[in-house]
């Protein structure tokens, strides 16, 4: 049973994720027609019946210490709106199934929307949850300790292959006043939960934490991005990787 400051934190999350589902909608509008990529995915929206089931299960649980990464991936978040998704991981690890999923207001051709389903494993998210899992166990425990949160939660595709096109790569007004916005998000989130703690997953994520938090008195730490294009990731078969985001877990 959620205790009452349990469900608080769930209305709360719950509220401020609507709110910035709503405004990266209105801002990623703007991206297309300006031109910066050719097509936005906002699963917040789409998949917000997911995104909203991941909210319960994890933000009541007393995690001090806040896991965000950069943006969702295709294979991923992209897919049912939970920070790095793995199809495998947010059935079977965080027990979330049987939620249908919508379509983005505008489809890529060569990113069509499956949803719980989808059929390729995120190789970002087997891992992330996949090391949470060996370090701490079930779902429960691993929101005791960790709440994931992407800073941006949204997918931006560029070209006729619908390449994601990261944050840190888009400029302009428009693209800082979405980093801005997401700042904000991330305040709130840290305030929501009390977190003592944020860890970047990746140098991008490890500095719009540092921006966004400074001056606040919550410790930011950074870890190593586990997606299979950084070298780093790959090293020792994975297991240096490991180590590397073991030695700043809570």
């Known amino acids: 049973m959620l205790s009452s400051s349990g469900t608080m934190s769930v209305e709360k999350l719950l509220r401020v994720a609507s709110r910035l589902r709503d405004d990266v909608d209105v801002i990623g509008r703007e991206l297309t027609i300006?031109?910066?990529?050719?097509?936005?995915?906002?699963?917040?929206?789409?998949?917000?019946n997911v995104h909203k089931r991941y909210i319960e299960i994890?933000?009541?649980?007393?995690?001090?210490?806040?896991?965000?990464?950069?943006?969702?991936?295709?294979?991923g978040m992209g897919q049912m709106g939970v920070p790095f998704a793995a199809t495998s991981m947010v059935r079977d690890l965080?027990?979330?199934s049987g939620i249908?999923?919508?379509?983005?207001?505008?489809?890529?051709?060569?990113?069509?929307?499956i949803g719980l389903d989808y059929p390729r494993e995120e190789v970002s998210g087997t891992r992330i949850w996949g090391l949470l899992s060996e370090t701490y166990g079930g779902a429960s425990e691993?929101?005791?300790?960790?709440?994931?949160?992407n800073h941006c939660p949204l997918?931006?595709?560029?070209?006729?292959?619908?390449?994601?096109?990261?944050?840190?790569?888009?400029?302009g007004p428009t693209a800082r006043g979405l980093l801005e916005r997401c700042d904000e998000h991330l305040l709130e989130v840290v305030e929501?939960?009390?977190?003592?703690?944020?860890?970047?997953?990746g140098k991008f994520a490890e500095k719009r934490a540092n921006n966004a938090l400074r001056g606040s008195g919550v410790v930011v730490k950074g870890c190593w991005h586990p997606s299979p294009a950084s070298p780093l990731a790959n090293r020792?078969?994975?297991a240096d990787w490991r180590e590397n985001v073991r030695s700043v877990l809570p």
């Open 192 to 201: 929501i939960l009390n977190a003592d703690t944020v860890i970047g997953i």
């Open 34 to 48: 300006q031109g910066t990529v050719d097509c936005v995915y906002n699963p917040l929206a789409y998949a917000w």
């Open 236 to 238: 020792n078969g994975g």
């Open 142 to 149: 691993i929101f005791e300790k960790v709440f994931l949160v």
């Open 58 to 75: 994890s933000g009541d649980m007393g995690a001090s210490t806040v896991m965000m990464g950069m943006n969702p991936g295709p294979h």
């Open 100 to 113: 249908d999923v919508d379509q983005p207001s505008i489809i890529h051709p060569s990113r069509p929307v």
């Open 94 to 96: 965080l027990g979330i």
């Open 155 to 171: 997918m931006l595709l560029d070209g006729p292959r619908g390449s994601n096109i990261t944050p840190d790569k888009i400029s």
